[in-house]
């Protein structure tokens, strides 16, 4: 329980850097500790289901695996930043460049495939 709390609190605090870090991802943190206070303190996963803008999305995402259509785009619009702040950055380091590249990759697939919410 305490462990599954830990996780929440950490993963909480990672995403809040993202609501005034504009590179750093929030909804992706949160998610994850939707899903540790889920099995520690259900209270406060539903505090998070109830922040405007991000927690419905969350709870739909998290119920059913769906993404809105803006969702996508802007994960993907934050996922080609991040790769080109690594392609400037680190064009120097072929590690740094295929390892970096390649999670984003991952990462764009895993949101590309995710179906779509369905309009009600």
Known sequence: ??????VGI???????IGLVL?????????????????KSNPNWAEWIYRQPGIGPPIKTFLET???????KIAALSGMAIAAGL??????????LM???????GIGALY???RKPIRPE
Do not use: K
Request: proline share 4%; glycine share 10%; aromatic share 16%.
């Open 111 to 113: 949101v590309i495939t």
């Open 22 to 38: 504009p590179v750093w991802p929030t909804t992706v943190f949160w998610i994850v500790a939707a899903l540790a206070f889920a």
């Open 1 to 6: 329980m305490w462990l599954w709390r830990t």
């Open 98 to 104: 295929a390892g970096g590249l390649s999670l984003i």
């Open 86 to 95: 690594i392609v400037g950055f680190g064009h120097d380091n072929r590690w």
């Open 65 to 71: 695996g769906a993404l809105a259509r803006e969702a």
């Open 10 to 16: 950490i993963a909480f605090a990672l995403g809040a």
